[in-house]
Antibody
């Protein structure tokens, strides 16, 4: 069974870099899928942050592209997210997910990241 | 930044049928891109409910069905049950600067 688990600091200071990892089990991250980050600010809807293919090709939401980096670590079967220069607007529940055919079939439980001094 | 518009809430009594609309534009649903639906219970991971407009993943009851027409899509829940009380999101692909994946604004389903 495919499982994804996010990890990382729950509190980040303004202007610093948010860093999260997603550990994948039950499936090789090197196979044919996209691996994705999605977030949900409190009281708001879901927002796609970006995706990475097993080859390392990345795609980012244009609204976040200048601050986001997604990388993949096939040896440890995980992928990561970095968001630089964070503000309170980046406070959200962050989810990692697997994507094929433009939908998301497996999701992690999510991790709440709060941006505050 | 939601590109797809959904009603904020719908409600129904147990056993009733409810529908949730998802309105897009010519750069997403209207361009023929598939619509997918997710069920999200607070504190849990969102669950893929419908993919490719009207397909159910294994384990999803046939009480849930989807359709797409023009620039809109709909999710129908028949025989509403208490356990269906959740937030529901539509999602599609967008070819404009909105980004590859776009979500709906979300709809809260309340079982009366």
């Amino acid at each position: 069974q495919v499982q994804l688990q996010e990890s990382g600091p729950g509190l980040v200071k303004p202007s610093e870099t948010l860093s999260l990892s997603c550990a994948v089990s039950g499936y090789s991250i090197s196979s044919v899928y996209y691996w994705v980050w999605i977030r949900q600010p409190p009281g708001k809807g879901l927002e796609w942050i970006g995706s990475i293919y097993h080859s390392g090709t990345t795609y980012y939401n244009p609204s976040l592209k200048s601050r986001v980096t997604i990388s993949i670590d096939t040896s440890n079967n995980q992928f990561s997210l970095k968001v630089s220069s964070v503000t309170a607007a980046d406070t959200a529940m962050y989810y990692c997910a697997r994507s094929i055919n433009w939908n998301f079939d497996y999701w992690g439980q999510g991790t709440l990241v709060t941006v505050s001094s | 930044q939601s590109v797809l518009t959904q009603p904020p809430s719908v409600s129904g009594a147990p056993g009733q049928r409810v529908t949730i609309s998802c309105t897009g534009s010519s750069s997403n649903i209207g361009a023929g891109y598939d619509v997918h639906w997710y069920q999200h219970l607070p504190g849990t991971a969102p669950k893929l409910l419908i993919y490719g407009n009207n397909n159910r993943p294994s384990g999803v009851p046939d009480r849930f069905s989807g359709s797409r027409s023009g620039t809109s899509a709909s999710l129908a829940i028949t025989g509403l049950q208490a356990e269906d009380e959740a937030d529901y999101y539509c999602q599609s692909y967008d070819s404009s600067l909105s980004g590859f994946y776009v979500f709906g604004t979300g709809t809260k389903v309340t079982v009366l």
